[in-house]
C-alpha cells in the first residue's frame, strides 16, 4: 500500500502564492507519474498539473504561466508552486500518483483545501 501525505495549504488573498506538497511513502518500486488535481464545490475534478518520471509536465489551461509542478525522485515528493493565485482556484487540491510494487496503480492524496479570497 502507498501513503500520500499533503501539505502546504491554506488561506490566501489574491495574487499571493502558496506551494503545495504530496510525499509517497509505503511499497513502493517506481513511480510514474504524480501530479495534482482539485475540485471546488459543485464541480467535477479536473486535471491542475502532471509530471512524469520523466520531467515532461502538462497543466490545465487556466493555470498556464501561473502554476509549476516538479518532482523530487530521491524523496517521491511532487510539488505544485502556485502563484498570482485567483479566487476561482479555490478548490480542495488533491495529489494523484500512479506508482508500481506489484503493478502499477493510482493512489489519491485525502486533499488540502486551498482558499483564495480578500
Known amino acids: 500500500q502507498v501513503q500520500l501525505a499533503e501539505s502546504g495549504g491554506g488561506l490566501v488573498q489574491p495574487g499571493g502564492s502558496l506551494r503545495l506538497s504530496c510525499a509517497a511513502s509505503?511499497?513502493?518500486?517506481?513511480?510514474?507519474?504524480m501530479g495534482w488535481y482539485r475540485q471546488a464545490p459543485g464541480k467535477q475534478r479536473e486535471l491542475v498539473a502532471t509530471?512524469?518520471?520523466?520531467?515532461?509536465?502538462e497543466y490545465a489551461d487556466s493555470v498556464k504561466g501561473r502554476f509549476t509542478v516538479s518532482r523530487d525522485n530521491a524523496k517521491n515528493t511532487v510539488y505544485l508552486q502556485m502563484n498570482s493565485l485567483k479566487p476561482e482556484d479555490t478548490a480542495v487540491y488533491h495529489c494523484?500518483?500512479?506508482?508500481?510494487?506489484?503493478?502499477?496503480?493510482?493512489?489519491w492524496g485525502q486533499g488540502t483545501q486551498v482558499t483564495v479570497s480578500s
Open positions: 494523484h500518483v500512479r506508482a508500481r510494487w506489484l503493478s502499477m496503480s493510482d493512489y
Open positions: 509505503g511499497r513502493i518500486r517506481s513511480i510514474a507519474d
Open positions: 509530471i512524469t518520471s520523466g520531467g515532461s509536465t
